[in-house]
T-cell receptor
Framework: QKEVEQNSGPLSVPEGAIASLNCTYS??????FFWYRQYSGKSPELIMF????GDKEDGRFTAQLNKASQYVSLLIRDSQPSDSATYLC????????????FGQGTELSVKP | NAGVMQNPRHLVRRRGQEARLRCSPM?????VYWYRQLPEEGLKFMVY????????ESGMPKERFSAEFPKEGPSILRIQQVVRGDSAAYFC???????????????FGSGTRLTVV
């Protein structure tokens, strides 16, 4: 069974700072990684995916993947109070057709 | 163009009753996944279905829980004889289903919040 680990937080950063969220995974063969954002009481929404080693940037978000160390991270630059949410890391489990396996999520709080 | 539709949004059941949660995938999507989210926890995979087939039920509790995705109509997650520990948010996701699984297009519904009293 694939496992995905995240610090549950909460992670608190001041407005305008860089928020760094980390995720480790157990299966060295994992290929694709996803970051979802979930506001309180809402459903998860995809914000980034990455499958190659290195960095992938999309606006204020940067996903970083290091397959040798089995970790993936999400950086949020110029953090805003509206970024306050839980961030879920997910990997693909290809057993029996494929599905996403999620970590427990990291709660981020951006203070004005 | 409707997304993944789940109903009801909120469901209250007394201990021992049955709960039926429904999920209609996005148009063009043929694969449905159910997840449970307990308070302050992440999403836990329960079951993966295609039309008329259960593909992976490795996350389903052995008793009281069942799921189906009939040829016509929505997918149903059924919980019999509910207990207080079943109180959680239940999310459904759908994906296109063409080719090998890639994770792209995996879209969640708004969830059903089940409260057992």
């Amino acid at each position: 069974q694939k496992e995905v680990e995240q610090n549950s937080g909460p992670l608190s950063v001041p407005e305008g700072a860089i928020a760094s969220l980390n995720c480790t995974y157990s299966d060295r063969g994992s290929q694709s990684f996803f970051w979802y954002r979930q506001y309180s009481g809402k459903s998860p929404e995809l914000i980034m995916f990455i499958y190659s080693n290195g960095d992938k940037e999309d606006g204020r978000f940067t996903a970083q993947l290091n397959k040798a160390s089995q970790y993936v991270s999400l950086l949020i630059r110029d953090s805003q109070p509206s970024d306050s949410a839980t961030y879920l890391c997910a990997v693909i489990d290809y057993n029996q057709g494929g599905k996403l396996i999620f970590g427990q999520g990291t709660e981020l709080s951006v203070k004005p | 163009n409707a997304g993944v539709m789940q109903n009801p949004r909120h469901l209250v059941r007394r201990r021992g009753q049955e709960a039926r949660l429904r999920c209609s995938p996005m148009k063009g999507h043929s694969h449905v996944y159910w997840y449970r989210q307990l308070p302050e926890e992440g999403l836990k995979f329960m079951v993966y279905l295609q039309k008329e087939n259960i593909i992976d039920e490795s996350g389903m509790p052995k008793e009281r829980f069942s799921a189906e995705f009939p040829k016509e109509g929505p997918s149903i997650l059924r919980i019999q004889q509910v207990v207080r520990g079943d109180s959680a948010a239940y999310f459904c996701a759908s994906s296109p289903g063409q080719g090998s699984f890639s994770g792209y297009g995996y879209t969640f519904g708004s969830g059903t919040r089940l409260t057992v009293v």
